[in-house]
């Protein structure tokens, strides 16, 4: 029996790369296309304020299709929808480059988020079964080569715009690559599927509302996350007065610093837990977010922006995983929180934008901290379901949704 369970946690662990592997691919799609912005804003024409537009409908293409990838999933089976999902996704990293003007750069953008929240529900749900089946936390590891694989992503993007290429042949080449690496990895994923009697999961429903209340903690970690990202180097440039070099670095800081908490992470939630970690995790970016608010000088207030950036980087994927563990169906209650969170990811710069608008940037900053506090609060909503032993997934490479012990 020690033999059969030896066998399962390797051939999980194998499965765990894999999907290592996958995220890594994902984010480099991210890194890729985020450098080009630029060159794609020249070639359509588009001002800044149609840019913004623009840059909207990732997010919104994302909302839309989530829904679906719990279909495609009791259809195809886990591996396969992962395949063609993730696949979808960096063939339409060329899309955007190929627009000729505002209009069809807004459906390249849609198609561009339908298929990247699809295949993020698809493989998510994979990594939560192997969660389950290892025992222990890996889910902030995978995102933590989500991450890396944005920041290569984004390198390569950086050279290839420093020498000049055209766009339109720099993510042609990068879908090319990014695809035939994304096929490998899916080779070894685990391959979830549905009991043969199961019902199929209705294309557009409301998660449970267990899933509801965990999206709501992501919602939270998420909104300071992007008012963060966004809003950081404008912060230190017009309320600290300090230099364009220095504004930006803090912006660089802080995603290096969700990177590394990221890959950090997972030891950190198998010793003291989900709630604690998440509790004393918005305790840190509360305090952050205090010392961005009262920072008398740009050094002080990028100390609290790493620490916004620390306390939130676990959040999303240990809500991944409780959604996981929260019903019947893991990428439905997925795909539920992904919505959530992504709704957050859409709202968050331009709320912060109105308030500053309305009040100032501080008063702004002064909401992110109220809403980083929420992760102190609803940290509770995250103790769902517990993670099956490698012995109790079976042999088979085959994992069936049901209730979860």
């Known amino acids: 029996m020690s033999t059969e369970v030896d066998l399962e946690k390797r051939r999980l662990g194998r499965a765990r790369f894999a999907v290592a592997a996958v995220f890594c691919v994902h984010g480099a799609v991210t890194g890729s296309f985020a450098t080009r912005v630029p060159w794609i804003q020249e070639h359509t024409g588009a001002s800044a304020g149609q840019l913004g537009l623009a840059l909207a409908f990732p997010a919104i293409?994302?909302?839309?299709?989530?829904?679906?990838?719990?279909?495609?999933?009791?259809?195809?089976?886990?591996?396969?929808?992962?395949?063609?999902?993730?696949?979808?996704?960096?063939?339409?990293?060329?899309?955007?480059?190929?627009?000729?003007?505002?209009?069809?750069?807004?459906?390249?953008?849609?198609?561009?988020g339908a298929t990247a929240g699809m295949s993020d529900v698809a493989m998510n749900a994979i990594g939560v079964e192997i969660e389950n089946g290892l025992g222990k936390s890996i889910m902030s590891g995978l995102h933590g080569m989500w991450s890396v694989g944005a920041l290569l992503g984004s390198a390569s993007g950086a050279l290839a715009a420093h020498l000049g290429s055209d766009a339109r042949l720099h993510h042609a080449l990068a879908a090319a690559v990014l695809t035939v690496l994304g096929l490998i990895a899916c080779r070894g994923v685990l391959d979830v599927r549905s009991a043969p009697d199961a019902e199929p999961p209705p294309r557009f429903a409301l998660p449970p509302k267990a899933a509801l209340l965990i999206g709501m903690v992501g919602f939270c970690a998420v909104f300071a996350e992007g008012a963060s990202l966004d809003w950081s180097a404008v912060y230190l440039r017009d309320i600290l007065d300090t230099s364009a070099g220095v504004a930006a670095a803090s912006t660089t800081a802080f995603t290096l610093t969700?990177?590394?908490?990221?890959?950090?992470?997972?030891?950190?939630?198998?010793?003291?837990?989900?709630?604690?970690?998440?509790?004393?995790?918005?305790?840190?970016?509360?305090?952050?977010?205090?010392?961005?608010?009262?920072?008398?000088?740009?050094?002080?207030?990028?100390?609290?922006?790493?620490?916004?950036?620390?306390?939130v980087a676990v959040v999303v994927p240990l809500a991944f995983a409780a959604a996981g563990r929260s019903g019947p169906n893991a990428s439905q209650a997925i795909a539920g929180v992904a919505t959530i969170t992504y709704t957050?990811?859409?709202?968050?710069?331009?709320?912060?934008?109105?308030?500053?608008?309305?009040?100032?940037?501080?008063?702004?900053?002064?909401?992110?901290?109220?809403?980083?506090?929420?992760?102190?609060?609803?940290?509770?909503?995250?103790?769902?379901?517990?993670?099956?032993?490698?012995?109790?997934?079976?042999?088979?490479?085959?994992?069936?949704?049901?209730?979860?012990?």
């Open 61 to 112: 293409g994302s909302v839309v299709a989530m829904p679906l990838a719990g279909t495609f999933a009791h259809r195809l089976g886990g591996r396969a929808a992962l395949r063609v999902l993730l696949s979808l996704w960096t063939l339409s990293l060329v899309l955007p480059s190929l627009a000729p003007n505002l209009v069809t750069l807004c459906a390249a953008l849609f198609v561009y």
């Open 258 to 311: 969700m990177a590394v908490t990221r890959l950090a992470g997972d030891k950190v939630v198998d010793r003291f837990g989900s709630v604690r970690t998440v509790r004393a995790g918005g305790g840190l970016a509360a305090l952050g977010g205090v010392l961005v608010v009262f920072a008398p000088n740009p050094v002080l207030a990028m100390v609290g922006f790493a620490f916004l950036g620390l306390g």
């Open 344 to 405: 957050s990811g859409l709202i968050a710069p331009s709320a912060i934008g109105g308030i500053a608008d309305a009040t100032s940037l501080m008063v702004s900053f002064g909401l992110v901290t109220l809403l980083a506090f929420g992760l102190v609060v609803g940290a509770g909503v995250l103790r769902t379901g517990a993670r099956k032993s490698a012995g109790q997934l079976g042999t088979q490479d085959v994992a069936t949704p049901g209730p979860r012990a």
